[in-house]
């Protein structure tokens, strides 16, 4: 029997919440408004599911270009292409200059 690979497949390690992460107030992650323009770092939560991006996209710097219901359009460049994801705020942190 082949072996499944699904979306979390081979990702053990970045989507396991260390003990000192456990107890962080992800409500203040939703509240952020971001605007166009602003510089955000996907770093995926992995507790909450919905609006995840794929955990290949962890730990990149992009830039938003708009917003599609609760979620945000975050585009990325990946070598020469650029690529626009669509994540929840959750999901996302806010570039500290």
């Known amino acids: 029997m082949e ?3 699904g979306f979390r497949t081979r990702s053990r390690g970045k989507l396991t919440k260390r003990y000192r992460d456990k107890n962080l107030n992800i409500i ?3 509240l952020v408004d971001y605007s166009n323009g602003d510089k955000v770092h996907l770093v995926l939560e992995p507790s ?3 609006g995840m991006p794929h955990p290949k ?3 990149v710097t992009g830039t938003i ?3 599609r219901g609760k979620s945000y359009l975050v585009e990325i460049r990946e070598k020469k292409k650029y690529k626009t994801i669509i994540a929840r705020p959750e999901h996302l942190r806010k570039q500290e200059i």
Do not use: N
């Open 65 to 67: 270009i708009g917003k």
């Open 28 to 30: 203040s992650r939703l």
């Open 57 to 59: 996209f962890h730990g």
């Open 3 to 5: 072996r499944s690979r």
């Open 48 to 50: 909450i599911h919905r």
